[in-house]
């Protein structure tokens, strides 16, 4: 499975990060070693396998219906970076 | 002073007890912590206050006479476990000063049960891998010869004896691969058996909380401690939890076992002739202890390390993607959103994670989706499928843990991500959900031990805990001095 560079950066930009060029070369390399490992995934007996998701069954996981405190709003912002509450600051989005 | 050679339940009789102080206890593990740390950079920062602390809350309840099943027992807490009063970091320069607003389950139980946390422990960034070399914090050393990694720092703490016990993340293997390397017992329970609320995880089907601990009876008193349904966490299983500790008191009703191995377990890259021997005499003592070794076919089980990297890409690539400097964690500033969240996230990030990130954004996307990731999954149904059955015929499978000893930290060449080549006999448990044990055997390597694994079914960790012990019996733990 051959990857252009081009669709290595267009995976870093969708992973909204930057690499530098000695990390696409490791990426690439690191890509090529596992696709040449993952041949296995062409084969035919995988055609009619149903994938699995998560490995122990579980079903409708929900939660008693109970009105409970949310977290306090202090807390939320705590660890935001930029914060003027009860707002999180940003850069502008709109000009 | 010796508490540290106790066993948990020894230690904690003798606290509940009054033979021994709370206070002489914490000074004792903050000792052996400050050496630990200098030696092996076991701790994210080393944090006498947070010894401190745990100390003050179990002295007070000491003193109104309450019984606490672990009372004084300490714990290092891997830094992907949240816990109160400290940082939670997972070794990450993006989460260098994040404080979580909350406590893990497991730790929240721990604290009932009156254990403390002696420190957060080093990790690889983000779990992903036990190289000890991949950590915002500088690299983790082996207590063995501090040339060679440890894996992680919850390993080279217990291994050193400066903690009763650690908590570790599970996601490919990393905790049976830094206790192998250490030379210590570690079990990941079954997918479900313990809490994940409070766990950052980074493949949310992979990852589970796991223990590391001096010897097979800490492991099962801490799994009993830990185990249980939560409702805070909707992955958690209303599963009965057994009484492990007694369970393992009954001797006669232990063994011998059904034991599966993998015929082709010796084709795995890297194996190194000291790992391959130890097996095989360890092979021949289960034999001889009347266990019914067959050789079994599991032609997927080589797929499993392939098929957990593409799937763990794909999921860390979602899970991370909350990582953008917005409501917690690095923020570089830019001068729009689109830029604030790059740049955050590229330097908030190491080399080897933005690259596994990137890889799993590729497989997620186009065409590539349906060809690598899907086919993955499905891999994973012929993985698990075959596991089940195997072991409707066998109690457990036995194979090694790691192929290899603990990597020199100067060495790069099996410092992998994609794939990660130490996984090649712990990713299918991860991949299944099964519980699964290792034991240090004698060997030759930087520890003087390997990791010899049992792989059981979902929900019986009294078996594995069984062959432990009877492994153990043979072959008692050894401590660096530290």
């Given at each position: ?95 | ?60 309840k000491i003193a109104q006479n ?139 089907s992979l990852d589970q909380i ?168 499905k891999m994973r149904t012929l ?100």
């Open positions: 499975m051959e990857i252009s560079r081009e669709e290595f950066m267009q995976a870093s930009w969708d992973a909204r990060l930057e690499l530098m060029p000695e990390e696409l070369e490791g990426l690439e390399k690191q890509a090529k070693n596992i696709f040449e490992q993952a041949t296995f995934l062409q084969s035919s007996a995988l055609d009619d396998v149903e994938a699995t998701y998560f490995p122990l069954a579980q079903k409708n996981t929900v939660r008693e219906d109970l009105a409970a405190p949310s977290l306090p709003l202090e807390t939320a912002l705590s660890n935001a970076p930029g914060a003027e509450s009860p707002y999180i600051q940003v850069p502008k989005i709109v000009e | 002073m010796d508490f540290y050679k106790h066993i948990v339940q020894k230690l904690a009789g003798e606290v509940n007890a009054k033979e021994v102080s709370p206070q002489q206890i914490g000074e004792d593990v903050a000792r052996r912590c400050a050496a630990v740390h200098e030696k092996c950079n076991a701790f994210i920062k080393f944090d006498p206050e947070l010894i401190e602390k745990g100390i003050k809350d179990i002295s007070q309450k019984k606490l099943p672990l009372a004084g027992v300490s714990f290092g807490l891997s830094d992907a476990i949240c816990a109160g009063g400290t940082t939670t970091t997972c070794a990450s320069r993006m989460l260098e000063s994040y404080r979580p607003p909350f406590e893990a389950s497991v730790v929240l139980k721990l604290k009932e049960w009156g254990a403390f946390p002696a420190g957060k422990t080093n990790m690889d960034e983000f779990n992903l891998g036990a190289t000890g070399k991949n950590s915002f914090f500088g690299e983790i050393k082996n207590p063995w010869d501090t040339e060679y990694t440890a894996g992680s720092g919850a390993a080279a703490a217990v291994s050193s004896r400066a903690v009763n016990f650690a908590l570790a993340p599970d996601g490919c293997g990393e905790l049976r691969h830094s206790a192998s390397y250490c030379g210590i017992p570690a079990l990941k329970p079954t997918y479900g058996r313990v809490s994940r609320k409070g766990l950052v995880d980074v493949a949310p796991g223990i590391m601990a001096p010897s097979v009876l800490d492991l099962a008193a801490i799994l009993e401690a830990i185990s249980g349904y939560d409702p805070e966490d909707p992955t958690s299983f209303a599963h009965e939890v057994p009484s492990y500790t007694l369970l393992l008191q009954e001797k006669e009703n232990i063994g011998p076992f059904k034991v599966a191995v993998p015929e082709n377990w010796a084709e795995a890259p890297y194996l190194e002739e000291g790992i391959k021997k130890a097996f095989l005499e360890t092979l021949e003592y289960l034999k001889k202890e009347n266990f019914q070794v067959q050789m079994v076919s599991l032609p997927n089980f080589s797929h499993s390390i392939v098929t957990a990297a593409i799937i763990r890409a794909v999921e860390a690539f979602s899970s991370l993607g909350n990582y953008d400097g917005v409501r917690f964690g690095l923020r570089v500033e830019g001068s729009h959103l689109q830029e604030m969240y790059r740049k955050s996230r590229t330097e908030g990030f190491g080399s080897n994670l933005k690259q596994f990130l990137t890889f799993g954004a590729l497989i997620s996307a186009g065409n590539y989706y349906g060809r690598v990731f899907q086919k993955a999954q993985i698990i499928k075959e596991l089940e059955s195997c072991l409707q015929s066998f109690d457990l499978l036995f194979i090694p843990a790691v192929p290899f000893q603990a990597p020199l930290l100067s060495s790069n060449d099996k410092a992998c991500l994609l794939p990660d080549p130490a996984g090649y006999y712990t990713a299918a448990a991860n991949l299944a959900g099964l519980p699964a044990i290792t034991i240090p055997v004698p060997a030759e390597s930087v520890s003087g031990s390997a990791g010899v694994q049992f792989i059981g079914k979902a929900f019986d960790e009294a078996k594995l805990l069984q062959a432990g012990l009877l492994l153990e019996k043979e072959n008692p733990p050894r401590f660096p001095n530290v």
